[in-house]
């Protein structure tokens, strides 16, 4: 695992290191990897004077530091999302300028009180609307693993960041498999949580009508479980509020996933991972249960659909209530804005219901295995310049998307949670991930598996965490 937000939290709460001095650690990360572009904005003296504070907090009020499970922890919020007070996103886009900075939302103030000391925002492509991160208006994000391929989107820049070493954890948001697809990218631990889980008030006006989510990449599974507990639960709507459901500690029946389809198929290194993934979890007793593309292409089809028309609504009614200048976006955004505006009423309800169907459809497979272990990526990640933008094919660009992470909307249209974690490096030692899928409700689960998974030590980080003593 070799060093993770948990490690520097307790190094910071033992005194081995001081928050301010983890910060300063982490400013000059920043400045070293600045290359990579995987911050977009960097306020060192919001940064610092966090720290400060919780350094003072360690010393005056050491109680109430220790309960803060990261206190201390330098991290990043993604420049799409939130907001975070003091913090001014634009979304990728030149749309906006970086000024001001909204009040924190519920989340923000969450993070906050975990102990985060945020002092920046993560690369993101314009209104995410990419699985790359790389806006016009830059920085153009890369993958630390191989910079000459991208870091994923639409959090790649926090993937990139917490890869690199930057952060040990960073905030991303989900809508089509935006924490995934950077997570799987990098090498990281990437959760979708239950549609719900996690707060999005005061304004929900960023949530896509429930598909999107918000939560973290992490370096560890530990990390990952640590944040959503920390995050998660009284969400107080617009969504029910799901209730937590105990680690299961008998046998379970894992469905099993290795084929794609002949649309878009998967390298046979990164199936290949999903068996091995399959083995180990079948050698500690649970029962394997094959499935086949039969049983998920269409919801894989409609789940593209209703993607595509939730994203595109959703951005025409923002630039209109914010009375934007859309002639300055780039074209592959102004083009999703008018696909947006041509989406009639009618076509807009059958879209509506189809997200519904395709919930139940994958409740229906809940009943005969109790989670998925699937493919995440089709591939190794792209090259740079994969996803351009500097074109108004909006199908062209859902199609590569697809291409590239063929089950990454599934989760998010369904509305159930999703984890990938590596499995395995391949020949240019990159990550092999592996997707889980389990029931609403049903994290602990995904995160039970996933730490057995990970105690299988076939993936180490290459970069350690900046300020952590080694």
């Known amino acids: 695992m070799q060093s993770d937000a948990t490690d520097l939290a307790a190094a910071i709460r033992h005194g081995k290191l001081s928050a301010t001095e983890a910060m300063q650690a982490s400013l000059e990360a920043a400045v070293r990897q600045a290359p ?16 400060e504070e919780r350094d003072r907090e360690r010393r005056s009020v050491p109680g ?13 919020a993604k420049d799409l999302g939130g907001p975070f007070a003091g913090l001014p996103v634009t979304a990728g886009s030149r749309l906006f300028e970086r ?51 991208t870091a994923g989107g639409s959090s790649g820049g926090a993937a990139a960041a917490v890869a690199a070493g930057i952060v040990a954890i960073a905030h991303a948001t989900d809508a089509g498999g935006s924490i995934r697809v950077p997570a799987a990218c990098c090498g990281l631990v990437g959760m979708k949580p239950t549609r719900g889980a996690i707060p999005g008030g005061p304004s929900f006006g960023n ?42 500690s008998g046998r379970l029946r894992i469905g099993l996933l290795i084929d794609t389809g ?47 028309d939730i994203v595109s609504v959703n951005l025409a009614a923002f630039i209109e209530a914010a009375a934007l200048d859309e002639s300055r976006a780039e074209l592959l955004t102004q083009a999703f804005a008018a696909r947006g505006r041509g989406l009639s009423v009618t076509s807009l309800w059958n879209t509506l219901n189809e ?32 996803f351009p933008s500097d074109h108004a094919d909006t199908d062209l660009h859902l199609e590569r998307m697809a291409v590239f992470a063929p089950l990454a909307c599934l989760a998010n249209i369904s509305g159930f949670p999703a984890l990938t974690l590596p499995f395995g490096q391949d020949e240019h030692a990159l990550p ?39």
């Open 36 to 51: 990579l572009g995987a911050l977009a904005y960097v306020d060192a003296a919001m940064g610092l004077a966090s720290a």
């Open 64 to 76: 109430r530091f220790s309960i803060r499970p990261f206190a201390g922890v330098p991290s990043l």
């Open 99 to 149: 000024k001001g900075g909204e009040a924190d939302s519920d989340l923000a103030a969450r993070f906050r009180d975990a102990g985060f000391c945020l002092f920046g925002l993560t690369t993101s492509p314009e209104f995410g609307l990419s699985l790359a991160s790389e806006p016009a208006i830059g920085p153009l994000c890369r993958n630390p693993l191989d910079p000459a391929r």
């Open 207 to 248: 949530h896509l009508a429930g598909i999107a989510s918000e939560l973290a990449v992490c370096r560890s599974v530990r990390d990952t479980a640590l944040i959503f507990g920390s995050l998660s639960g009284n969400s107080r709507g617009p969504f029910a509020d799901p209730s937590p459901v105990d680690i299961d």
């Open 262 to 308: 002949s649309a878009y198929p998967t390298d046979s290194d990164r199936l290949a991972a999903v068996e091995d993934a399959a083995r180990a979890l079948e050698n500690d007793g649970h029962l394997i249960v094959p499935l086949s593309w039969t049983e998920f292409e269409g919801s894989v089809t409609s789940s593209g659909r209703v993607f595509a």
């Open 355 to 386: 997200a519904v169907l395709v919930s139940h459809k994958l409740w229906t497979l809940f009943d005969k295995v109790d989670c998925i272990l699937m493919p995440m990526l089709s591939s190794a990640p792209l090259a740079i310049g994969s």
């Open 432 to 470: 092999l991930p592996v997707q889980i899928m389990a029931p609403m409700g049903r994290e602990l689960r995904l995160l039970s598996l996933a730490a057995r998974l990970e105690a299988e030590g076939r993936w180490q980080h290459r970069f350690p965490v900046a300020g952590l003593p080694s």
